[in-house]
């Protein structure tokens, strides 16, 4: 019994959130594969460092992790299991369109509300219960939309048999 509590112990020890100093590594992960070093103050300060491709960003002693479940800022920018949205900060979101990606169409909650990643909603209130998914203030949409043309997007979220008619109208 002793064993499985140090066990259990170190396994929630090493967990983080997002955007909170590991003491172990005086790092901050700011999302599932990004990270900053922490200031004297314990703050996430300076240049956004990025694991490699397959690795996350985790509370360890080793930052970048290929272990999925290790990852500190679960739920951020991850489609929910039903490929409906993804929560990119406190109160914003992107719509997944039926895809495990996070489109660019972005939406955001109401001064009041917040993004719940366990919300069918999107969005929900912190007095009834909802807890922001992703941390920060919600200023920014976590999103580079420059980054994709339109031809890729379109590319990713193409389906066969969507549609009765094919583009040889």
Do not use: E, K, W
């Not at 005086?26 to 694991?51: D, K, W």
């Not at 580079?144 to 048999?161: E, F, K, L, R, W």
């Amino acid at each position: 019994l002793a064993l499985g509590v140090f066990v259990g112990i170190r396994i929630l020890g090493i967990r983080g959130d997002c955007n909170v100093c590991a003491s172990v590594s005086n790092v901050a992960c700011i999302s599932n594969t990004s990270y900053q070093f922490c200031s004297g103050s314990a703050l996430p300060a300076g240049p956004v460092y990025t694991c490699p491709t397959g690795y996350y960003c985790t509370a360890n002693d080793v930052t970048c992790n290929t272990d999925v479940a290790q990852r500190s800022c679960i739920g951020c920018g991850t489609c929910d299991s039903g490929n409906t949205f993804a929560c990119l900060t406190a109160r914003t979101f992107a719509l997944c369109l039926g895809t495990s990606t996070p489109s660019q169409i972005i939406g955001s909650c109401g001064l009041s509300y917040v993004c719940d990643f366990n919300n069918p909603y999107i969005c929900g209130s912190p007095a009834a219960g909802s807890q922001a998914t992703c941390p920060g203030d919600g200023s920014g949409t976590g999103l580079d939309v420059s980054a994709t043309t339109p031809t890729t997007y379109c590319s990713i979220v193409q389906q066969h048999g969507r549609f009765p008619y094919g583009i040889d109208l």
